[in-house]
């Protein structure tokens, strides 16, 4: 089966409410990315959190590994925030391999 | 500062006609490199990884090849295009070792006919 899985496919925001993405994997990990991606297909870099809790202004990312879950919270979205979020990881014992979600497609509207 | 460059930044290809997608790092010595490839509406996949010069390992089987003549240069080819190799390919670096934070490139985007 899928060894990494993200969650909701899409959600449907209005401008100011808050967004749960969640990202679950079947084996342990040695690293997990979060990435933003453009229309166009380029990838950026959200946070890169193995473990524990990041944050960065609106955005909070927590990577549970005993949970095997890793999730990214958007705080009063903005309707610069549509996109596709995509999680990305390194299974445990696959180094140098990344792993992606299918990802969440995000519309924040006004 | 690192600056990662992927070119070109399209092609339109034919079947069976030879392909060579570039990718070169800038700032960075003894970098990781990374390809992927994502088909349009389908899920990234890591195709190639290397962590040195002339060292290359394959991640996902695709009919494509990958080589690393230089530090700073990664290179993707084949020398027949299928319709199935048509998506958006990505280039990524990171630190030498394993499991650090990867930086992607703008892509290439690969339409074969």
């Known amino acids: 089966g899928q060894q990494v899985q993200q969650s909701p496919t899409s959600l449907v925001l209005q401008e100011g409410e808050n967004a749960e993405l969640q990202c679950n994997f079947s084996t342990s990990l040695n690293s997990m990315q979060w990435f933003y991606q453009r229309p166009g297909g380029s990838l950026i870099s959200v946070f890169y959190?193995?473990?524990g809790t990041k944050q960065s202004g609106r955005l909070t990312s927590t990577t549970v590994i005993k949970e095997r879950r890793s999730s990214l919270h958007i705080s009063s979205s903005q309707i610069t925030d549509s996109g596709t979020y995509l999680c990305?990881?390194?299974?445990?014992?696959?180094?140098?391999?990344?792993?992606f979600g299918a990802g969440t497609r995000l519309a924040v509207c006004p | 500062a690192q600056t990662i460059h992927q070119w070109p930044v399209a092609e339109i290809k034919a079947v069976g006609s030879p392909l060579s997608l570039g990718c070169t790092i800038k700032g960075k010595s003894s970098p990781n490199l990374y390809w992927y490839w994502q088909a349009t509406g389908g899920t990234l996949q890591q195709l190639f990884y290397s962590i040195t010069v002339g060292q290359v390992e394959s991640v996902v089987q695709l009919n494509l090849s990958a080589s690393r003549p230089k530090d700073d240069q990664f290179i993707l080819s084949t020398e027949k295009l299928l319709l199935s190799h048509s998506g958006f390919y990505l280039c990524?670096?990171?630190?030498?070792?394993?499991?650090?934070?990867?930086?992607f490139g703008p892509g290439t985007r690969l339409t074969v006919l």
């Open positions: 959190n193995p473990s």
């Open positions: 990524a670096w990171s630190l030498r070792g394993s499991s650090y934070e990867q930086y």
């Open positions: 990305a990881m390194e299974l445990s014992g696959s180094f140098n391999k990344l792993t």
